[in-house]
């Protein structure tokens, strides 16, 4: 009897056991995966950040595990998408101006804005051309180099690039010449990629650009004081999400700064962190 009790105990135990719900660790009460707290920023980029922001965002996310996602276009594209309401947390433009613009449109925050980065024009030509040097000064013929071919470079109008290489032409008494050769693109990594191609004989983008195409060489530099000073600032849309300045914070950070010098930009500003 005394048996059949204890055999009779342990069947309800066992039982009870089965139909109890698993045990929940109390920590794991109010945790949340990973995952659920990460956020995905959109910038809108100046087109001649591409490489060198792609590895700045790379670094971002794989510290804070935010994502950024980048559009990259002309300055003047991406300030007009923002003033029709294109969703972006970030804008950097490739010159104050388009900066300028989208304050005045109310796109951006202009709290948050900084004039980050840096930058320098260069000509180019593909790289098997028999143009090797060119002392870029007053008074060079642009024209006389090019021959029957085609210079191009961002449409003179509104893209940065462009808007810099006209101002040194015209400085350097080369523009009045070369102007019904020249080819505009719709951004500067196009113009890029018309010289690359072979599809015009020289090209004027920045030295970031031409650094990063095998197709190409840099021939000559055009003089700092020839053209307004190449800046790009960054600065928070109007809607920007929640956390974005934490990403902003990234990009003024050392490692950022150690990323940009890498690809060619200069750093305009001290780290502050």
Do not use: C
Request: aromatic share 8%; hydrophobic share 50%; net charge positive.
């Amino acid at each position: 009897m005394e048996r059949m009790m204890r055999l009779l105990s342990r069947i309800v135990l066992a039982a009870a056991l089965v139909s109890a719900p698993l045990a929940t660790p109390a920590f794991a009460k109010d945790a949340k995966p990973a995952a659920a707290s990460a956020k995905t920023f959109i910038a809108f980029a100046a087109a001649s950040m591409k490489n060198a922001l792609d590895a700045v965002d790379a670094a971002y996310a794989a510290k804070s595990g935010n994502k950024i996602t980048a559009s990259y276009a002309a300055s003047s594209a991406l300030a007009k998408q923002l003033e029709q309401g294109a969703p972006a947390d970030v804008f950097i433009s490739a010159d104050t101006a388009w900066m300028d613009y989208a304050i005045k449109n109310k796109s951006v925050n202009p709290a948050t804005r900084i004039d980050l980065l840096g930058n320098s024009i260069v000509l180019i030509a593909p790289k098997d051309s028999k143009i090797d040097h060119v002392d870029i000064k007053q008074g060079f013929d642009l024209a006389k180099l090019a021959g029957d071919g085609k210079v191009t470079t961002g449409d003179i109008k509104a893209v940065p690039v462009g808007k810099y290489a006209k101002a040194a032409l015209e400085k350097l008494g080369a523009w009045k010449a070369v102007e019904p050769k020249m080819a505009m693109a719709e951004n500067v990594r196009a113009a890029l990629a018309l010289v690359s191609r072979g599809e015009a004989v020289l090209g004027i983008v920045y030295s970031t650009d031409a650094k990063v195409d095998p197709g190409v060489k840099i021939v000559g530099t055009f003089p700092a004081d020839s053209h307004p000073p190449i800046i790009y600032p960054v600065a928070a849309t109007a809607n920007a999400k929640d956390g974005t300045a934490d990403y902003l914070s990234f990009l003024k950070s050392s490692a950022a700064k150690a990323t940009f010098e890498k690809y060619g930009f200069s750093y305009l500003i001290k780290p502050t962190s």
